[in-house]
């Protein structure tokens, strides 16, 4: 059973489309962090959010942490082909024993 | 400064054998921890080294093992490899707090 649960799995759009990736745990946590993955690589991190409610923006990319600190949001708005890739959430939490929880991924394909 | 490195990069085996990873988080940090990931399971937590010792550890058999140096850089040890060990495995380095984990490349183990 997987802490955190990334829905939808699989995500393939045209070009220029909006889009939203959920987070959700039953756990609460004391941060939340986003991260990208290509083929062949490691993640690379995108943001941490640690304040419930905290909305914090890169670009395109808009990322939100639920008031309770158990979801969090990842939205881009007009996606492009290089925003291909393996969206990952990992939260950490004091309680849980501090170290990093990843969930289950989404997998985003932006088609030309 | 340079990124987190693993080697080696990918690796074959047999079933039965033994491997040893390494990894030379970035220049300063402290920590260092290892996860594996699978198409299935995705990413899950192995154990976490700061400062030559132990802090965190996942639900993983004790088959799997590791250590850190005195430099920080580390090593993961996986003895009597079975088929299902095939995964990419991930070190990531950070400062030492709970914070931003920065990822290597990973080492892509398959066992034959």
């Known amino acids: 059973t997987q802490l955190l649960e990334q829905s939808p799995q699989f995500l393939s759009i045209q070009e220029g489309e909006n889009l939203t990736v959920y987070c959700n745990s039953s756990?609460?946590?004391?941060?939340l962090q986003w991260y990208r993955q290509e083929p062949g690589e490691g993640p690379v991190l995108l943001v941490t959010v640690v304040t419930g409610g905290e909305v914090k923006k890169l670009k395109r990319l808009t990322f939100q942490f639920g008031d309770a600190r158990k979801d969090s949001s990842l939205h881009i708005t007009a996606a492009q082909p290089g925003d291909t890739g393996l969206y990952l959430c990992?939260?950490?939490?004091?309680?849980?024993?501090?170290?990093?929880?990843f969930g289950t991924g989404t997998s985003l394909t932006v088609i030309p | 400064k340079a990124g987190v490195t693993q080697t080696p990069r990918y690796l074959i085996k047999t079933r039965g054998q033994q491997v040893t990873l390494s990894c030379s988080p970035i220049s300063g940090h402290r920590s260092v921890s290892w996860y594996q990931q699978t198409p299935g399971q995705g990413l899950q937590f192995l154990f976490e080294y700061f400062s030559e010792t132990q802090r965190n550890k996942g639900n993983f058999p004790g088959r799997f093992s590791g250590r850190q140096f005195s430099n920080s850089r580390s090593e993961m040890n996986v003895s009597t490899l079975e088929l299902g060990d095939s995964a990419l495995y991930l070190c990531?380095?950070?400062?030492?707090?709970?914070?931003?984990?920065?990822f290597g490349p990973g080492t892509r183990l398959t066992v034959l």
């Open positions: 990531a380095s950070t400062t030492g707090g709970y914070n931003e984990q920065f």
């Open positions: 756990s609460v946590f004391s941060s």
């Open positions: 990992a939260g950490q939490s004091n309680i849980l024993g501090n170290q990093f929880y």
